[in-house]
């Protein structure tokens, strides 16, 4: 994309009434117009994996997408906001610099079901996350935190790296919890290794390379 921005096709004022899924993957893309959401429709499908966006546009957080994620860029903080738009089911943070969530969320979406936040900095959770894990298990493989949970399970290690503090969320962070043998933290985040398209980013970009990448004669 020239200059790291959208096309002038995209930043119609006259989108199709039908256009409610827009998806990119691997771009130079590092910023959206301010005034996107009255260009794209409200409630979209968002992808924007592996590009280059420093932070989440508040102009894609009113659109409301249904379904976000902004996996693969070098985003480094994330607002409360990202976690209270109404009508979203799905979001995917992983494989970002974040090193964890917002701590002010106060109110949280009720239709939010999954985060994706595989190959993340993020050791510690604050007390709001214990609303979302009752509805489904948090998708972490490959995070710092499952990396601290999985040796806490196999007695590598006696404690989180996170620094104790009183205002972490106490079902996630009780070592009690983390036992291997029926710890309850084990019900509410999956650390399995992420796969491409069903539990981490949308886009298979490893088994397409593999399928049709160019292959060269030695």
Same mark, same amino acid.
């Given at each position: ?10 930043? %119609? ?22 005034? &996107? ?13 592996? =590009? ?19 996996? $693969? ?13 109404? $009508? ?10 974040? *090193? ?7 109110? &949280?979406? =009720? ?6 936040? =595989? ?12 609303? &979302? ?15 601290? &949970?999985?040796?806490? +399970?196999?007695? @590598?290690?006696? @404690?989180?790296?996170?620094?104790? @503090? ?13 036992? +291997?043998?029926?710890? %309850? ?11 491409? $398209? ?7 970009? +490893?088994?397409?390379? *593999?399928?049709? +990448? ?5």
């Amino acid at each position: 994309m020239t200059n790291g921005v959208l096309p002038a096709g995209l930043l %119609s004022s006259d989108t199709p009434l039908n256009l409610y899924d827009i998806e990119m993957c691997v771009t130079n893309l590092r910023e959206v117009p301010d005034d &996107l959401d009255s260009k794209w429709l409200l409630g979209s499908c968002i992808v924007i994996e592996h =590009s280059k966006l420093q932070s989440v546009p508040a102009s894609l957080l009113r659109i409301m997408p249904s379904y976000l994620s902004v996996m $693969g860029n070098p985003i480094s903080s994330l607002p409360p906001e990202i976690f209270e738009i109404e $009508g979203m089911t799905d979001l995917g943070i992983g494989d970002t610099n974040i *090193r964890e969530l917002p701590y002010n969320v106060t109110q &949280l979406s =009720s239709t939010l079901t999954t985060i994706y936040m =595989s190959d993340t900095n993020i050791s510690y959770f604050w007390p709001w996350i214990e609303e &979302l894990i009752v509805r489904q298990p948090i998708l972490a493989g490959g995070s710092v935190y499952c990396t601290d &949970l999985e040796r806490i +399970a196999n007695g @590598s290690a006696d @404690s989180f790296s996170a620094l104790p @503090s009183p205002d972490y969320s106490v079902e996630l962070m009780d070592l009690a919890n983390a036992a +291997a043998a029926g710890g %309850s933290t084990w019900s509410v985040v999956d650390c399995s290794p992420p796969v491409n $398209g069903i539990t981490g980013p949308l886009y298979p970009l +490893a088994d397409e390379d *593999r399928h049709y +990448a160019l292959n060269y004669p030695d």
